[in-house]
DNA sequence: CTGAAAGCGCTAACAC
DNA sequence: GTGTTAGCGCTTTCAG
């Protein structure tokens, strides 16, 4: 193979060479196969009163011609895109090394795909984003919006509420002072409930003195959340509190400081599963058996994770992709959660439990 | 192939209900400010022919009605959406455990941006996905498509082929029997080059038992080619070849594997350094010092791994992010290489070249 | 500089 | 069943 070969002929003519053979529209169809528009309007939308033979002749012209609908037409009176936008407002290199996304969007396109949409994954990362991102959603490419991973105080929830597109929050928006941001539907999980089922287990197993390693508890509600279940419990017991940022490495890090501080330690809920898997291997270089000398709970539950992990991981179990077919149902306004008559200030939310599985760190 | 758009009943209303509130057209700004359209359009599209006064009045008119232009009807005209779609091919949970795509989406992320055009991801995952995914690339939502992780004979190429959409392709698209598909623009690395410039680094050093852990080279291109590159090297040498999954994990289980069947080994080229964090893992445990006893040279080179790995990995470095700027500027035909005359049979593609970066494990 | 008019490709009444 | 007729909201000649 020739390397750094770099044949760039034609190259500037590439977005509009291909597209000058004009692509074949309905009206084409319609003289080919000597019927009229609606009537080829019919069978491409599948409606039933169309005859036997015009339908198949229909379909001929259509694969002859190779004929695709345009759908900016088509939206153009419909209003319907058959698209639904998925805005993950996370630095990217976060998101991707997190499987916990990878699970949601599963979640979140399973459900699409059933009611005939297609996810289309949009990122929000630098500054600049937000208008493209804003102009995108603005723009009708989209009937809907998932919105996650913002920070309190993100802007995003608001633009999307002045564009009068349908969005909803994976986890629930927040102003920059920490309150809710009112009227937006989410879906979040049970953060704080969940935390609390980890540190009581712990309790019940006896441990008195039991550590936590938080999420960036300042930017995201959910590590804020998880650490007041852990406070929630530990009334007048001591906090001991080390906090890192949802990640692996962050994880081991923090396990190492609370070692440091507090060598006599005996527990330790960390607040996410790949954060946990760090810990335990700080642990483990530290000559630690878990769940002997110290035990573990994690949260989130990534079966790929918290199986896998040595010892397999006790933690706090959320569905999460249920979480995102909620998300979607949510946007549909499908959600199996009863509409309460006349509560229409009441936005439809979702708080989705969690469960404790016992496995073998703790 | 005729596509139909599946049929939307009760959905359909739901995700129309907000947008009852008609959202305001140019029209209704035309009549707020009092001029005709045309020159609302003109001021909207930045055009210079507007009286001062009138643009002002427009732009009053723009921010109190909170207009936002319908791109659908805009793109009706203009036959330019200002999007570019993203297909990833690749099941998710190698997608998003992979750094490599993050460098890669930023790179085309960056250089879409430069052209004002929004990038948006799709998932190719379940087979079911194809007809979506074709459907909407078909449908006039996008400018163009950069698509990736192309298993060989994956129709799509050819979809996209007759849907005439512009395209480009992250790693040269493969038929069934691994032969190029002809007359698609991709870019790709030079996986046999590197691979060569890797494993004749490990000559150098005077090893002799020099084995490798290949990507699923029967699924990717990109790892039949770098074992080739191994094999072209080692013509006349033994050939310790143990296959891999470009995950973790699978790098960890064949290193050992490869341990196991030859214990004399002493030095291994991995052909991924995700892969080769593995295998310094499992060469640890197994009391294998590293590059004492066993060298070990990785592929990609990307950084967040290869500079962190203990010891720091000596690995085949790949410009991804330059890759997926290279791929957008393809896609816009505007590469900065010179555009040979009357060439128009070749279509542009670029091999990017690697090179080696010394560190410490080999 | 500005406006009027003609579509872009499609669907949705409404007649036949 | 099928064709006809209006637009959907925007850009774009082409006159003024």
Redesign the interface.
Known sequence: ???????????????T???N?R?PTLEDVARWSGVSKSTVSRV???ESKVSAEAAVRV?EA??AL???????????VT?????V?VVAAQP??R?????F??CL??GI?AEL?R??S??????L?EP??YA??A??L????V??AILFSLRPGDRLPEMVD?????AVFGGRPLLCDGDPVRGQAYVDGDNRGGARQAVRHLLALGRRRIATVTGPYDQENSAAERLAGYRDVLLDMPHLVERADYTRQGGADAMAALLDRHPDLDAVFVASDLMASGALQTLRERGRRVPEDVAVVGFDDLV?LSETTDPPLTTVHQDVAEMGRLLARL????TEQDTREGDTSEVPSVVVPTRLVVRQSA
Chains 1, 2 share one sequence.
């Open positions: 193979m020739p390397v750094c070969t770099a044949q760039l002929a034609v190259s500037e003519m590439v977005l060479q291909r597209s053979a692509r491409v939308n599948g379909r259509i694969s190779g004929y695709v609908p345009n759908q900016a037409a088509r939206q153009l209003r319907r895109t058959g698209a936008a990217e290199d998101l991707f090394l997190d499987p996304f990878d969007l599963r396109r795909a009611h005939g297609q996810a289309v994954l949009l990122f990362d600049d984003d493209r991102v102009d995108y603005g723009g009708g490419h009937d809907g002045r564009l009068a597109l349908p790929s946007l549909f306004g499908r």
